[in-house]
């Protein structure tokens, strides 16, 4: 009797661990084309990493935006570009990040479905560039926080 008890508690531990291992599909807008984060998290919610794990992304991120202000506000310059040094710091944010996918699957589907490693890699020297990532990381985690809690 406890062998059955036991395999059924299994297989209920791996029917819930499942549900939790489906790739994030993004529902894009079919004017843009661009992922519509609102609709992909509600469509998605239990395939989202905590929001503890997405913070720590956020944090990091917020690091190197406050450095890119800093950095823009003593250049006193219209057409700034990013620092070679600053752009070093988006790198390793990207080295983090990846770091994160490979320790944690949910982490590893989110970028796969929000193109996060993609939009870190396409920042280069652009301050407007890394503005739309910082904002639209900050959606992402608003979104989740209010529909996963």
């Not at 993004?26 to 519509?36: A, F, R």
């Not at 917020?62 to 800093?70: H, S």
């Not at 970028?111 to 020297?125: H, M, P, T, Y």
């Amino acid at each position: 009797m406890t062998n059955n008890n036991q395999n059924r508690n299994n297989n209920n531990y791996n029917k819930n661990n499942n549900q939790n291992n489906k790739a994030i599909t993004p529902s894009k807008n079919p004017t843009t084309g661009e992922i519509d984060i609102e609709k992909t998290i509600k469509e998605n919610k239990n395939n989202m990493p905590t929001t503890t794990q997405l913070r720590l992304l956020l944090s990091n991120s917020v690091i190197v935006k406050n450095k890119i202000e800093l950095e823009k506000n003593t250049k006193n310059n219209e057409d700034y570009k990013i620092s070679e040094e600053l752009q070093n710091e988006i790198k390793y944010l990207l080295i983090k990040h990846i770091y994160q996918c490979g320790r944690d699957e949910s982490i590893k589907r989110f970028d796969e479905g929000f193109d996060i490693s993609k939009k870190l890699k396409e920042i280069s020297d652009s301050k407007l560039k890394f503005d739309q990532y910082y904002r639209y990381l900050e959606e992402i985690v608003a979104y989740v926080k209010y529909y996963k809690g």
